[in-house]
């Protein structure tokens, strides 16, 4: 940790307890000058605590799907899959280990992140001009939201720097608006993992902003943020019958398919 990575951060911070408060200007203005905004205060820790009480309760590795081959219908259910590999199979060259839990927001709260995720996808759909509850709780057009949590397991868990550039496209042929990725913050650095974890290009500086984040937290990306996810507890053995390690929640627009 320094002190010049920790003063960024807080001058990318926004405290506010509900969307009503979003100033999307304010926050649109820091994204662009940073590429990095991070919002305090809409989802607290508490409400994270019992959302992995639901998710340990729900998670067995026995459920784990492979990397690809799954239906387009599949990932709209609660659906865990693992995602290791390159991940050429999605038209990128993206190389990553962590497992993957879709937990859409029309089915059964099974993670207990229906909450968090509705608050996270409506900062989404503020900063893309469109109305808070566009594509949260049904599919709209084009477009429904895949919310899902992301595990990086301890022994090894990461991806690897990278811009977003598949979705944005998506955004874009589909007229959906400016792309930006809220990330909820759902692990505490010190406590659930020691090492690694998300870094973000913040002002030319490469900072692993989990130093400075608490649970609860989300964590805002532009298409030109250079971010990802370094090694997880490496000096720890993987095991895959366990949950430890860092996890994080998104909500990203997928493309609609039949």
């Given at each position: ?5 920790a ?10 307890t509900?969307l ?7 926050v ?9 905004a991070?919002?305090r205060?809409l ?6 605590d ?11 590795p026995?459920?784990?799907r492979a ?8 990932v ?7 995602s290791?590999?390159?991940a ?14 879709y937990?859409?927001?029309?089915n ?7 909450g ?7 900062v ?6 469109k ?18 949590i992301?595990?990086?397991p ?14 944005p ?5 589909n007229?959906?608006?400016a792309?930006f ?14 090492e690694?974890?998300?870094?973000a290009?913040?002002?030319?500086e490469?900072?692993?902003?989990e ?22 507890d490496p ?11 860092r996890?994080?929640?998104l909500?990203?627009?997928?493309k609609?398919?039949?």
């Amino acid at each position: 940790m320094t002190t010049q990575n920790a003063q960024m951060v807080e001058e990318a911070t926004f405290e506010i307890t509900s969307l009503k408060d979003l100033d999307g200007s304010e926050v649109k203005e820091c994204l662009e000058t940073l590429h990095f905004a991070r919002i305090r205060g809409l989802i607290s820790a508490d409400e994270i605590d019992h959302a992995m009480t639901r998710i340990g309760a729900f998670f067995s590795p026995e459920n784990d799907r492979a990397t690809t081959g799954e239906a387009a219908d599949e990932v709209r259910g609660n659906f865990q899959k693992l995602s290791i590999g390159r991940a050429n199979h999605g038209g990128v060259d993206r190389p990553r280990f962590m497992r993957c839990f879709y937990s859409p927001l029309w089915n059964e709260d099974a993670l207990g992140m229906h909450g968090p995720f509705r608050q996270a996808a409506g900062v989404r759909n503020w900063l893309s001009g469109k109305e808070l509850d566009y594509a949260i709780d049904d599919p709209n057009g084009a477009a429904w939201t895949a919310a899902r949590i992301h595990h990086f397991p301890a022994g090894g868990g990461f991806m690897v720097d990278h811009q977003d550039t598949v979705l944005p496209a998506l955004y874009k042929d589909n007229s959906l608006g400016a792309f930006f990725q809220p990330l909820i913050v759902m692990s505490q650095k010190g406590v659930d993992f020691h090492e690694g974890g998300g870094f973000a290009m913040v002002a030319g500086e490469r900072i692993q902003y989990e130093d400075y984040c608490e649970k609860g937290d989300i964590v805002i990306y532009d298409t030109s943020t250079v971010h990802g996810v370094d090694d997880i507890d490496p000096r720890a053995p993987y095991r895959q019958d366990s949950l430890a390690g860092r996890m994080s929640g998104l909500v990203t627009l997928y493309k609609t398919l039949d």
